[in-house]
């Protein structure tokens, strides 16, 4: 060990100082700063134990100079650390030091770092008076370098007070100095503080240049911290944009960067940020955990301005969590801060989320007060597109009161188109469209509505994450519901048709886009997979496994210990798995967001020619939508379109599906009760049945042409078994042969693949190319004789029983099969869908598995209890098993819409099958073979609980 090292680690001080006393060199305490400098960016603890070894080092040698240098490497690395108090008192004792040694010059040039730090501090009036002595000093010393290192401290300074342009002239100064008299790295840096102003003034792609080209040094340099600083800022950058997925992408890696370099100040700016893309996107949760994890560093370092800004944010999930009264504490706090701080830019920002707050609340006229307010302060700041945003709440609440505020909310569509800020955009032309809608202009409302249309559309577009698109979407499909109601109130052919393309471009988008991938192979690579996030993932979904076959899991998260008997701890342990795994499952999929993969394909509605192309002459589609409360549907066959309004409305369908539920669990009770009770279970279920005839079906029948139908559900619909309608003694199947589709766009992709394939019926080859799998437990013990009477039909399947049904042979299988049938148990998540999952020997495929799976078969059959169980989310997205298999690439799927009886379900499948191995359409086969069962089971639990799902 070298000597004085070995001195400094001496446990006593005086007999330490004594050591160093002895064995301290210049030289030594020279290479000491050397890493001490060296490593304040990457590891700044380890730079302050050198710094401080230093020190003493130099103490001990009594030399002015050394001791200045010494000091300024401990103030820098305190400022590394964010301990600004002590940053400051070691670079006024490294000043201090260097006058003692009559170096004026390095005198001032120590002190320049102080001017950061009072500003972090928030002692903003010390932070400028200084910058302005030590600017003045410098040039008077000729030293025009460090006099521009000044000018980039008071524009971080002039930043930090969200004074932009005084930011823009101080780095601008700061860079005509600094050029060709320092390091490239300096200038990069310097630049990056530039491009955040610019991307706060809106001048988004000279930002993005110079992000991109820094961004490039600082990773050949090897410089971690300078990296994930522009990733910092490139995140906001996409935020302001609206490229929330891009935006959170940046975000991630800006954080995972800091957190590996101890940097806990840095991550908790990031944490802030993340907040408000989060929030933007409606994920109020994640939002709430992101504020909450920033303010609790802010507060522990002293910095009330950046513990101001995330209450600000964070009042606004509050107040969406309905916490109206502590929203406002919040708020009332935060302007305070900012008042002491003369801030009037960020007092503006309080007063523009208070209008939001207000807004949300009903108190109207206040909001539009606070929102005037708002918006005068940002225009004067010049920033026109949050002074839009201010400017939209106050006409807002003016013409939903009726008043003549169309000018002024036209400027605001100006606005924000302007600055690239569509979702502010659709929401003032809807707005718009609201108000000529109620004044009876129906021109000028379909010209607003449609443009409003147009903008989500744009805005949407740019959220490509499955999660944060259905977030995003939560507050803003509305707008698509207006169009569809004026249009169809006017009710011109040209507006049933342009009514239902609006529809389509609501419905499923997400999953129309999963299932073109899957149809196009070279869409499906990514960018390659972190190893270390590969591995989390893997650990994480074999723990999850293990849960899963440990709880017997069969209801939502919130059922468990009601009705298993799970234990607390097991259940909150559950949780804590499924929450780590989501959380490794959407950094996956945000470091996946390539230019690329950022945006949806936009690919056009399919229109009204080509769904009627696809039709067959007797074939009728039927797609149902719902709009103020009233449910309506569009009629389409080979030769015609037609709709009828207000045909049921949507409380009284759910009524009906709530009792219908209710008579299906009647039959699940017990055996002895059912069989004493048969004729009064099965004519209550009659009398629900029959209700859904009327309410769904017998107003349009009169329209449907042919005997084969194509049903689109919505909303509350999709789940009911509409070919289980009862009109007097005849069921719907026995009219008609139908199959159920998440979309007409979805069910269109699946016959267009069909025909690429060339499919014809059902050839020998498809019965030839099969996989069947049977997990056999208690509850279905007859699982294993139903593939073996399937395999006695198709006699070339694959087949795997019992403890050969494993995961990996159906990832082998799968891809390679024609028909895929799965015998086993199920699991649907309402509170989770995407986790719902079937049951293999030694594991669980979940819905999301399949989103990495490429299937390429006719059918897949889920031979298990409520496998067409979805959750529908906003734009009428179908969450379950039913979505993951379609999205791997599946055109058909016969799944249950309850956990039939196993015989039943046995017989069901055996008719089924053999109607498919002699040729017969699969449509066609499942009604045939739920005709025949219903002779030996009347009652619709056992015979109708199947349904097909896709193509015919």
Wanted: charged share 25%.
């Amino acid at each position: 060990m070298v000597p004085w090292k070995q001195a400094a680690l001496a446990a006593d001080p005086i007999e330490r100082s004594k050591l160093l006393a002895e064995v301290a060199d210049p030289a030594a305490v020279e290479a000491l700063l050397a890493d001490a400098r060296q490593l304040t960016m990457s590891d700044p603890e380890e730079a302050l134990r050198h710094a401080e070894l230093a020190c003493d080092a130099a103490a001990a040698l009594g030399q002015p100079k050394l001791q200045s240098a010494t000091s300024r490497a401990r103030g820098q690395a305190y400022r590394a650390l964010s301990r600004h108090t002590a940053a400051i008192d070691a670079l006024e004792a490294a000043a201090q030091y260097a006058l003692s040694a009559g170096d004026d010059r390095l005198a001032l040039q120590s002190r320049i770092g102080i001017i950061d730090s009072l500003g972090w501090l928030e002692r903003f009036d010390e932070a400028v008076a200084l910058a302005e002595e030590l600017e003045n000093a410098l040039l008077l010393q000729g030293e025009i370098t460090e006099s521009g290192k000044v000018l980039v401290n008071a524009g971080n300074l002039h930043h930090r007070r969200d004074d932009y342009p005084a930011a823009l002239e101080a780095y601008t100064r700061g860079l005509e100095r600094l050029r060709g008299r320092v390091d490239v790295p300096v200038i990069a840096r310097v630049e990056v503080n530039l491009a955040n102003i610019l991307t706060h003034l809106n001048r988004v792609q000279e930002a993005t240049g110079l992000y991109t080209e820094a961004r490039k040094g600082f990773e050949q340099q090897g410089d971690a911290y300078s990296a994930a600083v522009v990733d910092l800022n490139v995140g906001f950058l996409h935020y302001v944009s609206g490229e929330h997925s891009a935006s959170l992408a940046a975000f991630t890696r800006s954080r995972r960067a800091f957190e590996s370099i101890n940097r806990r100040v840095e991550a908790a700016k990031v944490d802030g940020d993340m907040g408000d893309v989060y929030r933007a996107l409606n994920l109020l949760p994640e939002a709430l955990e992101c504020y909450d994890r920033c303010i609790a560093v802010f507060l522990e370092q002293g910095m009330s301005y950046e513990s101001a800004r995330a209450e600000v944010g964070r009042a606004v999930v509050l107040a969406s969590n309905n916490r109206t009264a502590e929203a406002m504490e919040a708020l009332d706090r935060a302007e305070a801060t900012f008042k002491a701080q003369k801030n009037r830019l960020q007092q503006a920002h309080v007063a523009l989320i208070r209008a939001h707050v207000l807004r949300q609340s009903g108190r109207n006229r206040q909001a539009a007060k606070e929102a005037a307010k708002a918006a005068r302060e940002l225009t004067r700041a010049g920033l026109h597109g949050w002074a839009a945003e201010a400017m939209f709440i106050q006409y807002d609440v003016e013409l939903d009161a009726g008043q003549d505020a169309t000018a002024p909310m036209e400027a605001v569509v100006r606005q924000a188109s302007t600055h690239l800020r569509s979702s502010l955009e659709s929401r003032a032309q809807h707005s718009l469209g609201r108000y000529y809608q109620h004044q009876g202009d129906t021109e000028r409302a379909l010209q607003h509505l449609r443009a409003g249309v147009q903008a989500l559309e744009e805005a949407r577009a740019l959220v490509s994450i499955e999660a944060f698109h259905v977030a995003f979407l939560r507050d803003k499909i509305a707008v698509y519901e207006d169009l569809v109601a004026a249009l169809l109130t006017r009710g011109l052919r040209p507006d049933i048709v342009e009514a239902l393309d609006c529809v389509e471009r609501s419905k499923s988008r997400l999953l129309l886009e999963r299932v073109q991938t899957a149809q196009d192979t070279a869409a499906r690579g990514g960018a390659a997979a972190d190893p270390e996030l590969t591995e989390r993932l893997a650990q994480l979904r074999a723990e999850l496994c293990r849960h899963y076959h440990g709880l017997h899991v069969f209801e939502g998260a919130d059922q468990l210990q009601k009705r298993v008997g799970v234990p607390v701890g097991d259940l909150a342990d559950l949780q804590r798995v499924e929450a780590d795994y989501r959380q490794a499952l959407r950094e996956a999929e945000l470091g996946d967001t390539t230019p690329e993969t950022r945006a949806l394909r936009q690919s056009a509605p399919v229109r009204l020619e080509a769904l009627q192309e696809a039709l067959a002459p007797d074939e009728t589609l039927i797609e149902y939508t719902a709009f103020f409360g009233q449910i309506c549907a569009f009629v389409i066959t080979r030769d015609d379109i037609a709709v009828r309004l207000d045909i049921a409305q949507v409380e009284e369908t759910q009524h009906m599906a709530r009792r219908l539920r209710f008579q299906l669990q009647r039959i699940e009770g017990q055996r002895s009760y059912v069989e004493r009770h048969q004729t009064e279970l099965h004519d209550a279920i009659r009398e629900v049945l029959k209700d859904l005839y009327r309410l769904l079906l017998a107003p349009i029948e009169p329209l449907i042409v042919g005997r084969k139908l194509v049903i689109v559900p919505h909303g509350p619909l999709h789940g009911l078994p509409i070919h289980a309608a009862a009109d007097g003694d005849e069921y719907a199947l026995d009219r008609w042969e139908i199959v159920y589709a998440p979309g007409a766009a979805v069910w269109h992709a699946g016959v267009v693949r069909n025909r690429a394939l060339g499919t014809i019926a059902h050839p020998t080859s498809v019965t030839e190319s099969a996989l069947l799998m049977a997990v056999p437990a208690p509850g279905i013990e007859l699982v294993t004789d139903e593939v073996d009477q399937l395999h006695a039909l198709l006699p070339g399947a694959r087949v795997f029983h019992g403890d050969a049904a494993t995961l990996d042979a159906f990832h082998e299988w799968a891809p390679r099969s024609r028909i895929i049938h799965l015998a086993t148990h199920a699991l649907f998540r309402a509170d989770n869908p995407l986790f719902s999952g079937l049951a293999f020997s030694d594991g669980w495929l979940l819905a999301h598995d399949l989103y990495g799976q490429s299937l390429d078969c006719d059918l897949a059959t889920l031979s298990a209890c409520r496998t067409g169980a979805t959750h529908v989310e906003p734009g009428d997205e179908l969450f379950g098993l039913m979505r993951g298999f379609l999205a791997a690439g599946a055109r058909s799927l016969a799944v249950s819409l309850w956990p039939a009886a196993d015989a039943a379900t046995m017989s069901v499948m055996i008719k089924f099958y053999n109607g498919i191995a002699q040729g017969t359409s699969r449509a066609a086969a499942l009604r045939d073979a739920q005709i025949e069962v219903r002779q030996e089971y009347p009652h619709p639990y056992h015979w109708a609980a199947f349904a097909l799902v896709g193509v015919r």
